[in-house]
């Protein structure tokens, strides 16, 4: 029985190299796929992994691992899906986090169902963290890539000792931690679904990046040297305000005030600011001041000091569960509110109607900020893989080469017969459905956590394993 055909992301980096090879030596069978996500000007502007350059790089270690290699074209979708929102996101006060949304929407959205249409069942990525099962066999989690290699399809779901406890006899896929812990990305996947999971391959969660480069040097694949993007990757080398800028976003200008509701100063634009910051407010005091609030009902920017930047807690909103389908009492784990953040012990309440005496309808800012996320996702026409995350630059590598494919709005890929092997893609009715997304939950921090930021991820572990995680709505102090 031949082994899965896998797809794998590239881009010519060393994770992605190294990940290819090590599914090659597994016996199986392959090609690389790359995502065109920025036009060429744009592109040429940037130095990350959304460069031209990179591209070349994808198709030539393809060429020496000799397998095919293809490219697919998003770069609509993703000013529409990504850029677009990133912005918007700006203009009503939050900070995103536009790679992480890319995870789910993206490189296990787009890129994972045109794979398929291509012929692959797997997508393999060169991200540090794990997916995989609970093996009925054996009783201990196992990653796809080992599963898959053995045919093994037998398995049962995730026992209470690392959280599960719906009770079904359904077996679930996991996310898990990876081995290295300064370079884990679990953090930036916590939006993957069940069906995304089930069909990605992560094999360098076992390894750390030592490993990973020795083994990029010894085999001659990737200069061990080569840098690692670390920005947002349509933003490049600058800032994301030179960004906002250079697209012409129009700032309205209004009130800094303190927690008093005291005038201090005036800001340049809630587009402009984040909570925790501390530099830039353009305002004097006796004591040192830090964004601790942006209002964008009022048109304001509120300051305080740095003990009233902590909150005790944050609304979460379009959670995704992966360890469960919905928990139908308080979970206990830890969390993180930004990406290889300090790391503490919480709670996780689900429908928090009623806590803190006010029902989530008369939350100021919850109920406004879930109904304009649906809102926007409607409008987009985005409908079956509206899937969203947050941020971080290293994450998939990608790449280009000979064999280009185009994404259209038709639907199904078309193969056009042609030397080239230039392919049509669609993005319409063979989207991945998005995950389980489940509203609104409550997270109380067991210790006050600094400069808690709507628009940024929260994510929620027991032990090894991702409970779930969403998008932080509204801190509580």
């Known amino acids: 029985m031949p082994k899965p055909t896998v797809a794998v992301a590239m881009s010519g980096g060393v994770d992605s190299s190294v990940t290819c090879m090590l599914l090659a030596e597994q016996g199986f069978e392959l090609f690389g796929i790359t995502m065109k996500i920025l036009g060429t000007q744009a592109a040429s502007q940037m130095h990350s992994a959304c460069a031209p350059a990179v591209e070349e790089e994808a198709r030539e270690v ?170 947002i990757c349509f933003v490049g080398g600058g800032s994301y305000r030179a960004f906002l800028r250079e697209r012409n976003v129009e700032a309205r200008p209004g ?55 902590y909150a005790k807690g944050c609304y979460v909103g379009d959670v995704n569960f992966i360890m469960s389908d919905h928990p139908g009492s308080p979970v206990r784990g830890t969390c993180m509110v930004r990406y290889r953040g300090r790391e503490v012990n919480a709670t996780l309440i689900p429908d928090p109607d009623d806590r803190y005496g006010a029902g989530k309808r008369q939350v100021s800012g919850v109920s406004s900020a879930l109904s304009s996320e649906a809102g926007s996702e409607a409008e987009a026409g985005r409908g079956d893989a509206v899937v969203e995350t947050g941020r971080d630059g290293r994450v998939v590598e990608t790449g280009n080469g000979s064999d280009v494919v185009e994404a259209g709005r ?43 930021t709507p628009g940024q991820a929260l994510v929620f572990y027991q032990g090894a394993f991702v409970y779930g995680g969403g998008t932080i709505l509204k801190s509580l102090r």
């Open 410 to 452: 038709g639907g199904r890929v078309a193969e056009n017969g042609s030397s080239n092997g230039v392919v049509e893609a669609g993005r319409g009715n063979g989207l991945v459905e998005a995950g389980n997304r489940n509203g609104l939950v409550l997270v109380e921090f067991d210790e006050p956590q600094f400069a808690v």
């Open 62 to 231: 393809c060429r020496k691992l000799g397998v095919p290699h293809y490219t697919v074209d998003l770069t609509e979708e993703f000013e529409a899906e990504i850029i677009t929102p990133f912005i918007e996101n700006y203009l009503k006060g939050r900070t995103p986090n536009p790679c992480v949304l890319c995870n789910p929407k993206f490189k296990f959205g787009h890129l994972l169902n045109k794979a398929r249409e291509l012929g692959a069942d797997y997508l393999a990525t060169g991200h540090y963290a794990q997916a995989g099962k609970i093996l009925e066999q054996t009783g201990e989690f196992t990653e796809n890539h080992v599963i898959a290699e053995f045919h093994q399809d037998v398995c049962r779901s995730p026992d209470e000792s690392i959280g599960q406890q719906t009770g079904k006899p359904r077996s679930r896929y996991l996310l898990a931690r990876g081995k290295d812990p300064g370079k884990d990305q679990s953090y930036v996947l916590y939006g993957l679904n069940q069906d995304m999971l089930g069909h990605a391959m992560l094999p360098l969660g076992g390894l750390t990046k030592e490993q990973v480069v020795d083994i990029s040097r010894r085999r001659g694949l990737v200069a061990a040297d080569k840098p690692e993007s670390q920005e």
């Open 255 to 309: 009130l800094i005030v303190d927690t008093s509701g005291k005038v201090v100063g005036r800001h340049q634009g809630l587009a402009y600011y984040t909570v925790g910051q501390r530099r830039g407010l353009g305002i004097s005091g006796p004591h040192s001041l830090y964004v601790v609030n942006i209002d964008p009902d009022a048109n304001q920017v509120v300051v305080g000091t740095r003990e009233e930047a």
